[in-house]
């Protein structure tokens, strides 16, 4: 069965900290997507980014960056110069390949970030 | 613009009702999800549906009922038999069908917060 964790419940951060929000995953299949997405007050999900499991390459995207390792099952999320808007739940998840669009979400992170 | 509507926003149940919340999508997607969102935890997925007229269950079906009768909305009714029914409830959409392997990306609505009184 498939397994995200975050162990990171809230993190605590002031303005211009880079900070780090862990993804660790479980899966049997070999092709499989890993996703993050935000989460805003307002309440809706917004995606961040996917990455399919033959893919180990690492993204850059403004401040956001994306570190995926099959070899230690994480994908991990790093936001460099944090900003106050950048506060909200961060879920990282995971669709395995038979599963289609199904996805298994972790728990999240709830990131602050103070002025 | 496109993108999917929940309402309403708050609803609140009483004791033994039953209540709908809706979902409208209109961005043409085939599939259709319902999650639920406990505090702290992640979403768990309660009903999917990847055509007209056809859903299947998710992981927490139990105590909920769903309809697709037309391909833009997915109402979702919690009865009665949920004995905790009070969360955050998130629906999605996708281009293409679980298990049509392309795996893309999510849009959700705003999502409607259920409180039992």
């Known amino acids: 069965a498939q397994k995200v964790t975050q162990a990171q419940t809230e993190i605590s951060v002031v303005e211009k900290e880079d900070v780090t929000l862990d993804c660790v995953y479980e899966?049997?299949?070999?092709?499989?997507?890993l996703f993050w997405y935000k989460q805003p007050p307002s309440g809706e999900l917004v995606f961040l980014i996917r990455?399919?499991?033959?893919?180990?390459q690492n993204e850059i995207s403004g401040r956001y960056s994306w570190n995926f390792q099959k070899s230690t099952s994480s994908f991990n999320f790093t936001i460099t110069a944090s900003q106050v808007v950048d506060s909200a739940v961060y879920f990282c998840?995971?669709?395995?390949?038979?599963?289609?669009?199904?996805?298994?979400f972790g728990g999240g992170t709830r990131l602050m970030v103070k002025p | 613009d496109g993108g999917i509507t929940q309402s309403p926003k708050y609803l609140f149940r009483k004791e033994g009702q039953n209540v709908t919340l809706s979902c409208e999508q209109n961005l043409n997607h085939d599939a259709m999800y319902w999650y639920r969102q406990d505090p702290g935890q992640g979403l768990r997925l309660i009903y999917y549906s990847q055509i007209v007229n056809d859903f299947q269950k998710g992981d927490i079906a139990e105590g909920y009922s769903v309809s697709r009768e037309k391909k833009e909305s997915f109402p979702l009714t919690v009865t009665s038999a949920q004995k905790n029914p009070t969360a955050f409830y998130l629906c999605?959409?996708?281009?293409?069908?679980?298990?049509?392997?392309?795996?893309?990306?999510?849009?959700f609505g705003q999502g409607t917060r259920l409180t039992v009184v």
């Open positions: 998840a995971l669709t395995e390949n038979n599963a289609g669009n199904m996805l298994t």
């Open positions: 899966t049997r299949d070999t092709t499989y997507y």
């Open positions: 999605a959409s996708t281009p293409a069908p679980p298990g049509g392997g392309m795996n893309t990306e999510a849009f």
């Open positions: 990455r399919n499991s033959f893919d180990e």
